[in-house]
């Protein structure tokens, strides 16, 4: 039997085994497969009559409030109490698309510190080994991963409308509404059967892509028009977006969602680097085509990783230094990679 599906039954005799009491927990700046993937596991959870809640380290971008659950979350920024409670009461703790604790922002102390069996569902790369570790890193998106894992445990029957939405969710935005890493054939079949239990695709595709907001929309230009420079060796697009520009577009969590894809319409753009000054630190997002690794730039400088086509990582320094240092090992990144 092959280790995925040892790593299904495991799952199977952990929920069969008398839990009562779980919590889910997406990575830090989550996204729609993060959110997705909580919200039809935790509804998944509810029909199997186990208690659970979601806890976030952060918060939940608005344009993904429309998930199910999503507005019932707890976040450890919003009440830790109340987050600390739900993990000493749980006998389970789902790690739901991401690889690693360090990926839950000031949840990982808690994690780290709980007592109970957890289990990853997740498709990056590299995962670290918990109790049931389900892990498939060439598969689209964790919601699909996650679908594969009803299906074979329960059947598909039981995924509701509710919960066909936000795995579809899920699948739509970590392929870019079906552009990249979207040729599998099972993505299009695990789609159909999605349809055939009452997902909604157009209230997803509505509420994702048509709820935005003027500022959000005048941010995007401000970036593309002011930040967005080519540089003059390399096939590299970079967009550094400081503090002072995200509060004079009055930025919410996920209002640069997506802008990071934009430079890549241009031919001669292989790799695209947003740049974005937080309080706290700097946070780097990277897309590239075809086969250039842009999560090994992220994990040698910018203490993150990710997928091949799409990674990311942040830094402790001031947004000059963090353009610099992107700027600065922009040649070697290339050199290693025709070597
Ligand atoms: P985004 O650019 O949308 O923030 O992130 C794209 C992908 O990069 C994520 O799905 C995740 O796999 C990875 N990623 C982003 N930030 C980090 C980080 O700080 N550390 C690691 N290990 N991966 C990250
Ligand atoms: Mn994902």
Redesign the pocket.
Known sequence: MCDLNVKIEQLRDLLNGGVKRAVIIP???P?G??MGSCGALSLLLDKLGIQNQILICDSVPEYLQFLPKARTVVSNRVDPELCESYMMAADVLFMM????P??EGELQLLNEAFMGKKVMIDH?LEPSSVDITISEPGSPATCMLLYKVIKAIWGKEIISADMANALYAGINT?TGNFNHAASDPELYRTVADLLEQGLDRDYVYANIYQVSSLDKLRLTGNVILNDLQIHPDYPIAVIPVSLNELEHFHYKDGDL?GV?NIPLSIAAVKVSV?ITERKDKV?????SKGDIPV?VW??KY??????KN?????LEVSFAEAIELVNGTVREFFEELNN
Not at 97 to 100: F, K, L, R
Not at 283 to 287: D, L
Not at 310 to 314: E, N
């Open positions: 990575h830090i700046s996204d497969d993060a698309d991401h690889n690693n360090d990926r990056h970590d969602e990071v947003l946070k780097i997002s990277m897309r999560n992220c994990e910018f203490n993150g990783g990710g997928h799409a990674s990311g990582g942040k």
